[in-house]
């Protein structure tokens, strides 16, 4: 399960430790961003950046989010966002939807823009993707479809969402005939990585992150790779 907290105390402390500390060592730099055809987002990357998340999210026309999140994901970092929400004076609502690779579906993305319908948000609303790959290609592709597009802002918190699924705009659900064969590209306003959340995820989900950075350095960076 995503929010699993098998890990001991020692193995969180250490594992925050080579997550968080080289950024407030070096001090400020430059916000990484992502440019595509017609426009740009930023990339936020530090730790305890949930408690802050009205600062990073657009402007927008509206002062309204809805966050769409799992009961795991909740448990653990959904107090820290709603705090760092009405900190910024902005009106949220929340959408749970189930845990799993299994639930990527029409299913859960139907009850998505059903409860979207239910709370009357309109197309300035902003929708905020709390979560792994599972929420954040739910929430995409909903803030795709919905009113025919409205802002979105991944907050990733696998290190597998954080380093692929949250960036580039891959949005889909999965289909009895393949997976992720039904979705749309579409870019997030920004990704908000909160590195702090690595620490509740279970041993198994951090190693698969792991791996896929490796993966990287061994298409596109040898010096990744070295390291």
């Known amino acids: 399960p995503l929010g699993e907290t098998r890990t001991c105390a020692t193995r969180r402390r250490g594992r925050q430790s080579r997550m968080t500390p080289t950024s407030q060592r070096a001090g400020p730099r430059p916000r990484p961003t992502v440019r595509t055809g017609q426009r740009r987002y930023y990339l936020?990357?530090?730790?305890d950046l949930l408690g802050q998340?009205?600062?990073?999210?657009?402007?927008?026309?509206?002062?309204?989010?809805?966050?769409?999140?799992n009961a795991i994901v909740a448990s653990h970092h959904l107090a820290s966002l709603r705090g760092g929400l009405e900190r910024a004076g902005l009106r949220h609502e929340l959408i749970v939807v189930p845990d799993g690779e299994a639930h990527k579906d029409w299913s859960t993305l139907y009850e998505i823009h059903t409860r979207l319908l239910e709370l009357k948000a309109e197309r300035s609303t902003m929708l905020l993707a709390l979560g792994g790959g599972v929420v954040g290609d739910l929430a995409g592709f909903a803030a795709a479809t919905y009113q025919r597009g409205m802002p979105l802002v991944q907050i990733p918190t696998t290190l597998l969402a954080q380093v692929d699924s949250s960036v580039g705009g891959?949005?889909?659900?999965?289909?009895?005939?393949?997976?992720?064969?039904i979705g749309a590209f579409y870019q997030p306003a920004a990704v908000v990585i909160d590195s702090a959340t690595l620490?509740?995820?279970?041993?198994?989900?951090?190693?698969?992150?792991?791996?896929?950075?490796?993966?990287?350095g061994a298409i596109r960076s040898p010096d990744l790779f070295a390291w």
């Open 44 to 47: 936020h990357n530090r730790a």
């Open 53 to 69: 998340i009205g600062a990073l999210t657009p402007n927008s026309r509206s002062e309204r989010v809805v966050i769409v999140t």
């Open 170 to 181: 891959k949005t889909a659900v999965n289909h009895p005939l393949g997976k992720n064969m």
């Open 199 to 216: 620490s509740t995820l279970p041993d198994r989900e951090y190693v698969s992150g792991l791996a896929e950075v490796v993966k990287y």
